[in-house]
């Protein structure tokens, strides 16, 4: 980036500094400061922020409060007839900081391999700001749609290779019982195609992403599945779901539902 050094004139020499000049002229000294220029600086200036989800989902909580979640495949066994499979991974995130401008999370992974045994754990610590630049995000603009493929932790990888999908998403109540609490939760459910041009495997396949949430949860999820169902017969299993789940909550008390 090329730079002009001007005099200083009413304080606007920083601004000429960065200033590009689409005719590629030095900005005159005696331009930085009329009206028009200065609106135009201000606006760019004046970026557009919005609440990050992440943090607005910790927002009403209390340092120390912790969620757990556990993640798991399900085969099926017979007709209709799913059977849960061991852990896959433990997932825990806990409240350590929060203040009107961000939000300090510590993240603890205890990771198993295909048999269930464990592996080493992992654990870091992320900072979350309250607010971001929606213009330079590039999920600000996301159908819910294309939001649910990605939003909270994965179980596993089913979702690798689907189409965007601008369907019908449906949506319902229900009620979920954890530990002894009933929580009431919004759920969503979209489905699915695969783009065979990549997955060729996939043909005729379709997966089916559910997600229950509540305010009343950190993060707000409460529960994920994605179920993947293919032909019989073909390349790839008939039916296998991933579940991602709350396990355990401390710290705090989700309202009960009505």
Request: glycine share 6%.
């Amino acid at each position: 980036m090329r730079q002009t050094g001007i005099a200083l004139v009413g304080g606007c020499v920083l601004s000429v500094l960065l200033l590009y000049v689409p005719s590629h002229r030095a900005l005159a000294a005696g331009d930085c400061c009329r009206p028009e220029a200065t609106a135009k600086i201000a606006a760019k200036a004046a970026v557009a922020l919005i609440d990050y989800p992440e943090y607005l989902a910790w927002k009403n909580f209390r340092p120390g409060a912790k969620v757990v979640y556990a993640a798991r495949y399900w085969n099926l066994a017979g007709p209709n007839n799913f059977v849960a499979g061991p852990i896959t991974s433990l997932n825990a995130y806990q409240l350590r900081d929060i203040n009107a401008e961000s939000l300090r999370l510590w993240f603890s992974q205890a990771p198993t391999d295909r048999y269930g045994r464990p592996m080493p754990p992992n654990e870091w610590e992320e900072t979350i700001a309250a607010q971001y630049d929606s213009t330079v995000s590039p999920s600000a603009n996301q159908s819910r749609s294309a939001q649910l493929l990605t939003i909270f932790h994965q179980a596993g990888n089913l979702a690798m290779g689907v189409r965007p999908n601008t369907g019908l998403i449906e949506t319902g109540k229900d009620t979920i019982e954890v530990n002894g609490e009933r929580i009431a939760t919004h759920w969503e459910s979209a489905t699915y195609e695969y783009d065979t041009s990549v997955w060729p495997t996939f043909r005729n396949c379709r997966l089916v992403i559910k997600l229950w949430t509540s305010d009343a949860v950190p993060t707000g999820l409460v529960r994920k599945t994605e179920e993947r169902t293919c032909p019989l017969g073909g390349d790839q299993l008939a039916r296998v779901m991933v579940e991602t789940y709350l396990q355990s909550f401390e710290g705090f008390t989700p309202a009960a539902s009505q």
